[in-house]
């Protein structure tokens, strides 16, 4: 169908290029613009408070092995949020997956190659997350639930399905050191580079990539504004929606595997703590829960913020009770900072 | 006999309780501009949004140059050749000029990955040529939201026309227009016609329809109460008799 449009098109003899203009650009990139400058901030204030923890590498080593955990799944939770959706599941998700991968492990031990059971095993988690994602996706689209009522459900429902699979069991996965899948996920490249971090950053260039560069971005930016004028134009907003999110679905299950391999040990609540901070990178990030707008690099730095601010508190000198009230402190400055500027903005 | 372009043989259409549509016969000739006259809540939106494929019909059947076409959707229509301006405009403010030019017909690549510059281009030559847009703030990355009524307007209509359909469909298009768009829009649905194209074109102002339409099939509550050609009715007539329709439900 495109190839007709464009057969249809006259050649083009005149291109579109706007002389750079330093206003427009700080207007369209308001949102980013903002959180950067909230992040650069925090950090000269860091610097200054405790310049012998935050001039050290060893902090920043700190920070990437943790960080990736939440923030490569704030990454697709931005595109759900951007489709004017919500997904509150993704925790009992990363549980989930590792219940499959526990399962695959066991079941394959026929095999008597650790490195095949444990592909195996990553395989059936990403699988098992696709499919919950799915499922968020279909309830949401054909009964017309909103998915802030339908993710709560689910969240109890796979969390109290891990409880009973597993019974409350936790146990070593020792084992996955034996295979590459550990360096690969997280082991270090160099003495400070953290593996997570590495795939945190694969994620972030393929979900922006995906966002801004293909027609699936496309449209889950037009379902987020306007889902009437989205299907009067024959966007298939029900399968986008899927789409959006199964990809929280495997994107979580892969954070699971992350953060059980980091440990090497699996937990029945995986996922549990991350809830919040992920939501929070979303929103700190700048995009709207009103929908239509948000970007993937304004999530990014959020959930560098977010996952600075505890180290951070600490390192400055206060005692870790004070870390809620600066994490709350800092999201509900941002917030209001982002409604002001998307204001400005229209 | 030649076959009609586009044609919906028994079509009613129910929302729950409401009953929009009821068993509505209705065609459209080759090179034919038909406008739809009716009152408020008649049922005009519903009809063409049940041709445009963005509606089912509760019952009926849809023929595209005399071809049934079961299962309608908006891609399918758009394929056959339609194009459509929506009363309700069916824009996306947040998103800028170009996004809302092709939206839902990204023109892309391989593998669905977007050719964001000759979408830009294309929207740059758009405003320039057809849209004789003046204000500054309109260029293809500005925000639509940001735009004046009629700007808005602009933007749907050049959408509709942009893609050379054969079956150009407008509701409304002339609402909140100034006398000069209007003006100018009227010789848009002219030139469709002489393009050997074919319309369907709902206006309030009879003034409108009249000028435009070969054709004028008159919809009240539901039905179509009935129709004539232009070229036989004056236009004192056609008034008279839009208000018998009013007060009696029917033509004649
Ligand atoms: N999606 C819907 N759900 C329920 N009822 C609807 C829906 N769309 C239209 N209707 C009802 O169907 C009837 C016909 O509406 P429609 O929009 O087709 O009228 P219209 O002739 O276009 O009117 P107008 O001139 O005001 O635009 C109205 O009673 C309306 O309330
Ligand atoms: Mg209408």
């Given at each position: 169908m495109n190839s007709q449009n464009k057969a249809r098109l006259p050649e083009i003899t005149q291109h579109y290029k706007p002389p750079f203009n330093l206003r427009r650009f700080i207007r369209t990139n308001s949102a980013q613009l903002g959180i950067l400058g909230v992040f650069v901030t925090l950090w000269i204030i860091f610097i200054v408070s405790a310049p012998k923890t935050f001039?050290?590498?060893?902090?920043?080593?700190?920070?990437?092995?943790?960080?990736?955990?939440?923030?490569?799944?704030?990454?697709?939770?931005?595109?759900?949020?951007?489709?004017?959706?919500?997904?509150l599941s993704f925790p009992s998700i990363m549980a989930m997956g590792m219940v499959s991968f526990n399962y695959t492990y066991g079941a394959t031990t026929f095999i008597h190659n650790t490195t095949i059971q444990v592909f195996l095993a990553i395989v059936a988690a990403l699988v098992t997350g696709a499919i919950i994602g799915w499922l968020n996706g279909f309830i949401i689209?054909?009964?017309?639930?909103?998915?802030?009522?339908?993710?709560?459900?689910?969240?109890?429902?796979?969390?109290?399905?891990d409880l009973v699979l597993t019974q409350g069991a936790n146990f070593s996965l020792e084992y996955i050191k034996q295979t590459f899948f550990y360096n690969l996920f997280v082991g270090t490249i160099g003495p400070y580079f953290p593996m997570q971090m590495f795939?945190?950053?694969?994620?972030?260039?393929?979900?922006?990539?995906?966002?801004?560069?293909?027609?699936f971005g496309a449209h889950v930016y037009l379902i987020g504004d306007?889902?009437?004028s989205a299907e009067l134009m024959g966007i298939n907003t029900g399968r986008v929606r899927i789409q959006a999110f199964m990809l929280v679905g495997v994107v979580s299950a892969f954070a699971g595997i992350l953060a059980s391999f980091y440990v090497a040990y699996f937990w029945p609540n995986v996922g549990g703590g991350y809830l919040l901070q992920t939501l929070a990178s979303v929103f700190l990030g700048g995009t709207s829960v009103f929908g239509g707008t948000g970007t993937i690099l304004g999530t990014f730095l959020g959930a560098f913020i977010i996952g600075a601010i505890e180290a951070a508190t600490v390192a400055v000198?206060?005692?870790?009770?004070?870390?809620?009230?600066?994490?709350g402190l800092i999201i509900v400055l941002s917030v209001i900072m982002h409604t002001y500027l998307r204001k400005r903005g229209e | 006999m030649?076959?009609?372009?586009?044609?919906?043989?028994?079509?009613?259409?129910?929302?729950?309780?409401?009953?929009?549509?009821e068993n509505i016969n209705f065609h459209l000739g080759q090179n034919e501009v038909v406008g739809l006259l009716g009152d408020n809540g008649a049922g005009k939106s519903t009809l063409i949004k049940i041709i445009t494929g963005y509606h089912q019909?509760?019952?009926?059947?849809?023929?595209?140059n005399g071809k049934k076409v079961d299962h309608l959707t908006v891609p399918k229509a758009r394929e056959l050749g339609l194009e459509t301006v929506y009363q309700e405009r069916a824009l996306a403010e947040l998103q800028t000029l170009w996004r809302n030019i092709f939206l839902g017909r990204e023109l892309t690549t391989w593998m669905g990955f977007l050719d964001i510059q000759r979408m830009r281009d294309e929207t740059y030559r758009l405003m320039t040529e057809s849209m004789g847009f003046t204000s500054r703030a309109v260029n293809p990355d500005s925000l639509v939201g940001k735009y004046s009524g009629g700007e808005?307007?602009?933007?749907?209509?050049?959408?509709?026309?942009?893609?050379?359909?054969?079956?150009?469909?407008?509701?409304?298009?002339?609402?909140?227009?100034?006398?000069?768009?209007?003006?100018?829009?009227?010789?848009?649905?002219?030139?469709?016609?002489?393009?050997?194209?074919?319309?369907?074109?709902?206006?309030?102002?009879?003034l409108h329809v009249y000028n435009v339409a070969d054709r004028v099939v008159v919809i009240d509550r539901g039905r179509v109460a009935g129709e004539f050609q232009t070229k036989n009715i004056g236009l004192n007539e056609l008034m008279d008799k839009m208000v018998r329709v009013a007060e009696t439900g029917r033509l004649s």
């Open positions: 001039l050290a590498p060893h902090i920043y080593s700190a920070f990437m092995a943790s960080t990736p955990f939440f923030a490569i799944m704030a990454i697709p939770l931005t595109i759900v949020v951007i489709a004017k959706e919500i997904d689209v054909k009964f017309g639930i909103p998915s802030l009522v339908v993710t709560i459900g689910t969240q109890f429902l796979w969390s109290g399905a795939w945190l950053i694969v994620v972030t260039i393929l979900g922006w990539i995906l966002l801004n560069r293909h027609r306007n889902i009437n000198g206060l005692t870790g009770f004070w870390t809620n009230f600066i994490y | 030649e076959e009609y372009r586009l044609e919906l043989k028994h079509v009613s259409k129910s929302f729950g309780e409401v009953q929009a549509l019909p509760t019952s009926g059947e849809i023929y595209f808005k307007q602009g933007v749907a209509i050049v959408r509709a026309l942009f893609f050379n359909a054969d079956i150009v469909v407008l509701d409304e298009p002339t609402m909140g227009l100034s006398l000069k768009e209007s003006a100018k829009l009227i010789s848009f649905v002219n030139g469709i016609k002489q393009a050997g194209k074919s319309a369907i074109f709902i206006d309030h102002n009879i």
